[in-house]
């Protein structure tokens, strides 16, 4: 198994498709809808690359981050390598993520090689 791959999206054609996708190339994938159910999965096993939606339901893509980075370092931890996936173009949600210094920035829809090539470079 090369690495495990947390995949946070409410959109479950995305997440079928990161899933096909990461999963042919040897990965192990969990997927999950929200930022509540990707805190309880980071606090029940361990992931080498988080994959995250900026725009979600509830609690959004940088709050998730946020939150998993506090927990991981209560636990003493270290961090976790993220990428952030988003349809939208959000000044704000975007200025947020680079500041957080997420290691890629993708939007949808995205070229499959494009998102393969950033989730190797992060896992290496």
């Given at each position: ?21 990461l ?41 998730t ?27 704000e ?20 090689g ?11």
């Open positions: 198994m090369k690495g495990k791959i947390l995949v946070i999206d409410d959109e479950e054609l995305v997440i079928k498709t990161i899933e096909r996708l999963s042919k190339e040897g990965y192990d994938v969990i997927s999950v809808r929200n930022g509540q159910e990707a805190i309880r999965k980071v606090g029940e096993m361990d992931f080498d690359l988080l994959i995250t939606d900026i725009r979600m339901p509830g609690m959004n893509g940088i709050e981050i946020r939150q998993i980075r506090n927990q991981l370092k209560i636990k003493g931890k270290p961090q976790i390598p993220e990428i952030c996936i988003t349809g939208f173009a959000n000044n949600l975007n200025r947020q993520a680079r500041e957080l210094g997420v290691v890629g920035y993708i939007y949808k829809p995205f070229d499959l494009d998102f393969l090539f950033c989730v190797k470079k992060n896992l290496a």
